[in-house]
């Protein structure tokens, strides 16, 4: 089995994302990437998981887990978040910096945050692209 070493960067000499759920890189060694599409604040049936941003956000880290689990894998695995804010949610963005440091308390992730005019639906809130290394494996053809 290929050996995975994954190490989060916060150094001294740029702000502290840490106290926002995010680190300032990952540096990742061995291991397959996994890039995975943005998932949003819907329940496994396609359902909104609520009109707030707190369920949504809940509902798409939840998303996120499930497909990592269905590969073997786990939250400790992301290594990048993409954390796209519909500009109606812009000033509650606390609300996901709190969802990321319950979900990543240790060694967090890097993470993008863009405030976007809207998502493909008008309800949606939040979309979270992330990236994971798991250990290695074989695709089969």
């Known amino acids: ?47 909104l998981a609520g009109p707030e941003l707190p369920e949504q ?5 939840n998303n996120i887990e499930r497909l990592l689990s269905s590969l073997g894998g786990d939250l400790l695995r992301v290594v990048m978040l993409r954390i796209y804010l519909a500009e109606s949610a812009r000033y509650d963005q606390q609300v996901v ?4 440091k319950h979900r990543f308390p240790t060694a967090p992730p890097a993470a993008t945050w863009l ?3 809207g998502l493909a639906e008008p309800e949606w809130l939040i979309a979270i692209e992330a990236e994971a290394v ?3 494996f074989a695709l089969n053809s």
Do not use: F
């Open 1 to 47: 089995m290929q050996i995975l070493r994954r190490k989060p960067l916060n150094p001294p000499n740029l702000p502290d994302t840490l106290i926002e759920g995010h680190s300032q890189a990952v540096l990742v060694q061995g291991g397959s990437r996994v890039l995975m599409s943005s998932q949003v604040g819907v329940d496994t049936e396609g359902h």
């Open 57 to 61: 956000t809940e509902a798409a880290l």
């Open 97 to 100: 910096m709190e969802a990321l």
């Open 115 to 117: 405030i976007v005019h």
């Open 134 to 136: 798991l250990p290695g």
